[in-house]
């Protein structure tokens, strides 16, 4: 499998054509073509930034490695977490979108496909305004009259109980 089909493979695999990874890793669409008709060869530079954009090897991407994913998984789920029996592909994911999005913010680059907002912790008001949601939607031990700051704002005197 020649450099282009498996860099094909790879953006199938991620929902993405070659032009938009190219423009991604900041190559000129040009180079696609390039490498599709067999008229180029990537550089070393940007055979790293490919493999490191698609979680493979620079080996892989030229044939001389076989893809060994399911292995690399298993090892990235153990070094991160310990262990790789109790992780989802869902976690994994989740921990390779955010590496890609680091990398993308370190790079510069603002165009990447997680969102910052994904990662971002919430302010103090946030958490306090969840705890007292949950802690009024305690359906279980307390009923909507009990709570004193709804006997103000709703009538619920011709309400039948739940």
Known sequence: MTFWEKFYELCVSKNTKPNAVA?????????????????????????????????????????????????????IKLALFGSYEDITDEMLEEVKDFAQFIRARRAGR?????????WAIPTEEQLNSTTKAIARDDSDTKNLKDIPELDDAVDISGCDEI
Do not use: R
């Open 23 to 75: 423009k991604q890793l900041g190559f000129s669409s040009a180079v696609c073509t390039q490498w599709k008709k067999g008229l180029q060869n990537p550089s070393y530079d940007k055979l790293s930034k490919i493999a490191g954009y698609f979680g493979v090897s620079v080996g892989y991407l030229l044939g001389t490695e076989s893809d060994d994913a399911d292995q690399t998984d298993k090892d």
């Open 110 to 118: 603002s165009e990447t496909h997680v969102s910052p907002k994904m």
